[in-house]
């Protein structure tokens, strides 16, 4: 069973950086692409970042491009989002997810609590 456990949210100001962290296991991880998504309060959830399994692809949604980076460690079976220049309107819960594409994904982690105080 796959497992994807996110870490690093918290309480930021306006301005401020988070590192938020995704250990996957469970799953070959070098051979999924591996995203991060955000739900904010009573909105859907919506895709913020993606990186291909070689890590040689990602794309990102025009809101954070600039500020957010993607990126993976495949030894350490950890994929992170480095945000810098955070907006209060980046505030929601971020989920870790796995797939077969930087468009497709199928597993999901329980989420993390990013708040950004303006």
């Known amino acids: 069973q796959v497992q994807l456990v996110e870490s690093g949210g918290g309480l930021v100001q306006a301005g401020g950086s988070l590192r938020l962290s995704c250990a996957v296991s469970?799953?070959?991880?070098?051979?999924?692409?591996m995203g991060w998504f955000r739900q904010a309060p009573g909105k859907g959830r919506k895709f913020v970042a993606g990186?291909?399994?070689?890590?040689?692809?990602?794309r990102y949604v025009d809101s954070v491009k600039g500020r957010f980076t993607i990126s993976r460690a495949n030894a350490e079976n950890t994929v992170f989002l480095q945000m810098n220049n955070l907006k209060p309107e980046d505030t929601a819960v971020y989920y870790c997810?796995?797939?077969?594409?930087?468009?497709?994904?199928?597993?999901w982690g329980q989420g993390t609590q990013v708040t950004v105080s303006s």
């Open positions: 469970g799953r070959t991880f070098s051979r999924n692409a």
């Open positions: 997810a796995a797939g077969s594409s930087l468009f497709t994904y199928d597993s």
């Open positions: 990186i291909s399994w070689s890590g040689n692809s990602t």
